[in-house]
């Protein structure tokens, strides 16, 4: 668990790396006086960003923990406002607008099922991340996920979906599936 000012530093390392780059400025760095362990330790972040109305902005992020967290939160602000395929890139009239929410990932653990009622019991909504990989294809839906496709089923065939396979290719031999919790915190 980030302590309060953690979690702070964070937030606010996202939302200044995010305007430095809106205005083509040096990148901020994080205080040294604000570094702790924790956040110079591998640690892998997603970070997303909504409309004050509550509308998607962008979200991206890392599965696993290859690079100081702090650098992993700033690199995943940036992409989530500038290169999320969905959106187009985050401008300066929209950042008043712009809520930022970090989620911190735990490392990905394999799901052992068998069969797809057995996967649909283990899964934990609004508790467990879903990576879904079937060959190539591969996807993932943080827990918050659940807020909006509260049913295994439904989220299932959405993540499915999301991979570039059919909504039902869960339910299929070869299907592999990891959890993940996350601690998220957020502006405001």
Not at 80 to 105: K, M
Request: proline letters at 9%; charged letters at 25%.
């Amino acid at each position: 668990m980030l302590t309060e000012r953690e979690r702070r530093t964070l937030l606010t390392l996202a939302r200044e790396t995010i305007t430095q780059a809106v205005y083509d400025h040096p990148l901020p760095t994080v205080p040294a006086e604000q570094m702790t362990e924790r956040l110079r330790a591998p640690g892998a972040s997603f970070v997303t960003l909504h409309t004050k109305a509550g509308a998607l902005r962008g979200c991206i992020g890392s599965l696993s923990a290859y690079r100081p967290l702090v650098e992993d939160v700033q690199s995943n602000a940036l992409a989530a406002a500038f290169r999320d395929p969905r959106f187009l890139p985050v401008t300066a009239r929209e950042l008043p607008n712009l809520e930022i929410e970090v989620s911190v990932l735990s490392e990905p653990q394999p799901l052992v099922f068998d069969g797809p009622e057995d996967l649909v019991r283990k899964l934990r909504p609004g508790v467990d991340g879903v990576v879904l990989q079937k060959g190539w294809h591969r996807a993932t839906f943080l827990p918050q996920v659940w807020e909006q496709l509260p049913s295994p089923e439904t989220f299932l065939e959405q993540l499915c979906y999301k991979a570039g396979l059919p909504k039902d290719a869960w339910r299929f031999p070869g299907v592999e599936v990891e959890i993940y919790q996350v601690e998220k915190f957020a502006e405001a």
